[in-house]
């Protein structure tokens, strides 16, 4: 009977936690901001940020994972500020970067680096996901 009403007790307790948990229906989820970020590069005739995916391939063209790569940056060729990947989720994506030119590049792994490429970001690059697809040559010993 103790346990009956400890688990009661333990149960109500619980249930009126997750009633009372403030719900905020304006704010989106990840999803919704990426999709409502793609919608609206997509729909800008002049945009002044964009977003950027890092893509990697071989020698051949084949596309490849970052294997042994530490990491992305992006480096403002004019002012030299260092841009790093925003999404945690998507550690190959730059977003909202300002327009200009970019030397993009990967930190290398013990065995394996990308060679860097230099981008002007522009409106024409824009794919029609809303993105632009910055293509990094990946190599390995």
Excluded at 65 to 84: D, H, M, R, S, W
Excluded at 117 to 134: A, E, F, H, R, Y
Aim: glycine share 8%.
């Amino acid at each position: 009977m103790k346990n009956l009403k400890t688990f009661f007790c333990l149960f109500t307790s619980i249930i009126l936690c997750l009633a009372c948990e403030p719900v905020n229906d304006n704010v989106p989820d990840r999803g919704e901001k990426s999709m409502s970020l793609k919608k609206e590069n997509k729909n800008k005739k002049h945009a002044d940020a964009f977003d950027v995916r890092i893509k990697l391939e071989d020698r051949y063209g084949h596309p490849v994972g970052p294997n042994g790569l530490q990491g992305y940056f992006a480096i403002n060729q004019k002012t030299g500020e260092v841009f790093y990947p925003t999404r945690s989720y998507d550690d190959n994506v730059f977003e909202n970067l300002p327009r200009a030119t970019y030397s993009f590049g990967a930190y290398d792994g013990y065995f394996d680096g990308a060679s860097s490429s230099v981008v002007t970001l522009n409106d024409t690059l824009i794919g029609d996901d809303g993105l632009i697809i910055v293509t990094l040559r990946y190599w390995s010993e």
